[in-house]
């Protein structure tokens, strides 16, 4: 396959949390990856910034290390490295004091016509205090654009302060609420889907759609994370953001152009139709469960309360949900949620599961027909199938096998698919904030998450204990088992 780089236009930007694990992990080997492909060249800049007196040179070397440290970056790109490193800078910048503010500013230079990006991998309770530090030292221009990690604050008070604070310095157009699910190739393909095929549209409704269930499941524990970890937990962690944004592109209504707020607008109502769960029906809708020391990839592994250090921590590690979305296309149709660490696999996906036909013709004949479902998977293995039911081929007579139409995107196109956060950095550049989230969506996701956390800060029993290795608590398998549905398994 031949893809298609279109270039940017040459831009700097700066990393604030430019020596943490994010900037690490993501953000420079995105950045690299779209530097090799020639996405953008050395007429760009980028530098990091953080606290920690540092020189350039050191910089460089520990993300040479995080490079050649990443898959996919081998010897033969030693050149790229070495070149890709020369756009790189670092400032040593105090985000809650004076030092280091003037060098930022002299770094950026006085022309005004470069597109300038601020990139915020720090806490959260830094965005508002870095956003007025820019502003006051005259770093922000009408090119500037503003990227902003999740979690946007606690709670929806708590994330209503974070974007009054941005939005005093930036306007919405400005501003780059980063949900990296949304990057993901699987996860845009799910647009095109569902609305570049007449195929599925007919059937994508309470009709013809059973439920739909979405699993975001992870084999890792919380490792060094604890601190940030015990305070947020599965459902603010994940649910909020990651799961309701799959929730919302399986259940949005097609919009009129893939502008970006005609796609907001269509994922706010989706958010907004969300059937509330609060203390009267959480015990029954929701379940919340925490790792203890276990086994994964047959190595033992500690629980929750050794891997964060806090011994009665009541932190959920692990959240099955049942929402319903009412409205008239998915009225009655159940999305059950899903989502871990320490699980059995790392596994995520969204499966539509449809529903039976109408009436049986293959009584007493070998096999069975299984309700067509439709799996999207996002990681690993990319890819998307359609289960059909079909006559099992040769002689013998009628017998009836679940066969998947496969589209295994490695093997279809034989491409590395780009990492999301190289494709939302290069939307920032280009100013497309189609795959953002924009400030109304995360009030509403708050909106629904809220009071599900209030709910169980008031029930008196701390989340269910499950088997590091495991698929979770009990109770999850039983909150769909009661519906008489199972979660997804691939039939063999
Ligand atoms: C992050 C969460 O947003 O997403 C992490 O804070 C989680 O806890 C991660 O591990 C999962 O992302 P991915 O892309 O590895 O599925």
Redesign the pocket.
């Known amino acids: 396959m031949t893809s298609r780089i279109v270039p940017v236009k040459a831009f700097d930007l700066v990393i604030f949390g430019g020596t943490g694990d994010l900037a690490y992990r993501k953000i420079f080997p995105a950045l690299f990856h779209r530097f090799r492909d020639r996405q953008f060249g050395d007429d760009s800049r980028i530098v990091g910034a953080s606290r920690r007196p540092m020189d350039r040179d050191a910089y460089r070397a520990a993300i040479r290390d995080a490079l050649l440290g990443q898959t996919g970056a081998s010897s033969a790109d030693t050149d790229a490295i070495e070149r890709f490193l020369a756009t790189v800078d670092y400032i040593a910048v105090d985000g809650r004091g004076d030092a280091g503010w003037t060098e930022l500013r002299d770094w950026f230079g006085a022309g005004t016509q470069k597109v300038r990006g601020f990139y915020l991998a720090t806490a959260p309770d830094l965005f508002g205090v870095l956003a007025a530090r820019l502003a006051a030292h005259g770093i922000v221009t009408p090119q500037a654009r503003i990227i902003v ?3 946007i604050g606690t709670d929806g008070a708590s994330a209503e302060e974070i974007n009054d604070a941005l939005g005093a310095v930036f306007s919405e157009r400005q501003i780059f609420r980063i ?3 949304l990057g ?1 190739e699987t996860v845009q393909n799910l647009l095109a889907l569902r609305f570049a095929n007449i195929l599925l549209e007919p059937l994508w409704n309470a009709h013809y759609v059973d439920h739909v269930q979405i699993t ?1 499941a ?1 084999a ?1 524990g ?1 490792g060094g ?1 604890g601190a ?2 015990d305070r ?1 937990g ?1 459902l603010r ?2 649910v909020q ?2 799961l309701l944004q799959l929730l919302c592109l399986v259940a949005m209504e097609p919009p009129a152009s893939l502008d970006a707020d005609a796609v907001r607008d269509e994922k706010l109502k989706v958010l907004r139709a969300l059937v509330p769960i609060d203390a009267s029906n959480a015990a029954a809708l929701t379940v919340r469960g925490q790792y203890r020391a276990g086994a994964s990839h047959g190595g033992a592994v500690p629980g929750y309360a050794d891997d964060s250090g806090v011994p009665d921590s009541r932190t959920e590690t692990f959240v099955a949900l049942k929402a319903a979305v009412s409205n008239w296309r998915w009225s009655g149709v159940p999305f059950y949620l899903r989502t871990g ?1 320490r699980l059995q696999e ?1 596994r ?1 996906e969204i499966v539509v599961v449809f529903r039976p036909v109408p009436h049986l013709l293959f009584q007493g004949v070998d096999g069975h027909v299984v309700d067509n479902r439709l799996t999207i998977r ?2 690993p293995d990319e890819g998307i199938k359609l289960w059909l039911t079909i006559k099992e081929p040769g002689p013998g007579g009628m017998r009836l096998k679940q066969v998947p139409l496969d589209m295994s995107f490695a093997q279809a196109f034989n491409a590395r698919a780009p990492e ?1 956060y190289e494709r939302l950095l290069m939307d920032v550049i280009r100013g497309n904030a189609t795959l953002f989230m924009r400030r109304d969506e995360v009030r509403a996701a708050w909106a629904w998450i809220d009071p599900i956390r209030e709910a169980w800060a008031q029930a008196p029993e701390p989340p269910r204990p499950y088997v590091a290795g495991s698929w979770g608590p009990a109770g999850s398998v039983a909150l769909i088992e009661r519906d008489g549905r199972t979660w997804n398994e691939e039939f063999a």
């Open positions: 990690e999740k979690p949900d990296h699910y993901k975001v992870e890792l919380v994370r940030y970890y947020s599965a962690d994940m953001n990651h660490k790392q995520s996002l990681q999301a």
